[in-house]
């Protein structure tokens, strides 16, 4: 089993990217295709479904989103296909969060999720989700780069939109000026 690759985009297919590793071509299916840009290099977290019939590769920019789809496929009735978009149109903290609340309403809002599947959804999953609890846009290696930028007068929305777009391998300094390019756009 694969936990993530190393390479850089080289396409965007509607829901999916073609990120190419060693002169091979992988198909990822991933919630926000749009979230990558083409030839730059990403770490992507991989989920990979092997079927009788098919093997395919899901992607994801973080280890949470790679958790919670992993939690969201344990729900009976519920595939990687219908997961994917939860993932695209809900943040991880208010997909959790209605889980525990048992908020059926936030959950049928996502597409192919009924009345039957989001009250599954809310029996296999509350009291499991706990990690991601009070979970935002911001993961652990972007804390040091966020204080940086909300030092230097960004705002929090300014500010959630480019983290998950910077390269987290690099050192402090070229994380601000990586940020400070994406400001700039």
């Not at 190393?6 to 990217?17: F, H, K, P």
């Not at 926000?32 to 590769?57: L, M, R, S, T, W």
């Not at 609340?101 to 989001?118: H, M, Q, S, T, V």
Request: proline fraction near 3%; include cysteine.
């Amino acid at each position: 089993m694969y936990n993530y690759i190393i390479g850089t985009v080289t396409d965007i297919i509607g829901n999916a990217i073609v990120v190419e590793n060693q002169k091979i071509g992988y198909l990822i299916y991933t919630p926000n295709p749009f979230a990558f840009e083409e030839n730059k290099e990403y770490k992507i977290y991989v989920y990979q479904q092997i079927k009788e019939d098919e093997h395919c590769f899901f992607g994801f920019k973080t280890k949470e989103e790679k958790e919670l789809f992993l939690k969201l496929i344990s729900v009976k009735g519920l595939g990687p296909k219908m997961a994917l978009p939860i993932l695209a149109t809900g943040s991880i903290a208010g997909i959790s969060d209605a889980i525990e609340r048992e908020n059926l309403l936030y959950l049928k809002k996502f597409p192919k999720i009924g009345d039957k599947l989001a009250k599954q959804m809310i029996l296999d999953l509350k009291g499991k989700l706990q990690q991601f609890e009070g979970n935002t846009i911001v993961d652990n290696h972007n804390d040091e780069l966020h204080d940086v930028l909300v030092g230097l007068g960004y705002k929090e929305k300014e500010i959630r939109t480019v983290l998950g777009q910077v390269d987290t391998s690099l050192v402090i300094e070229e994380q601000v000026k990586m940020a400070l390019k994406l400001f700039l756009k």
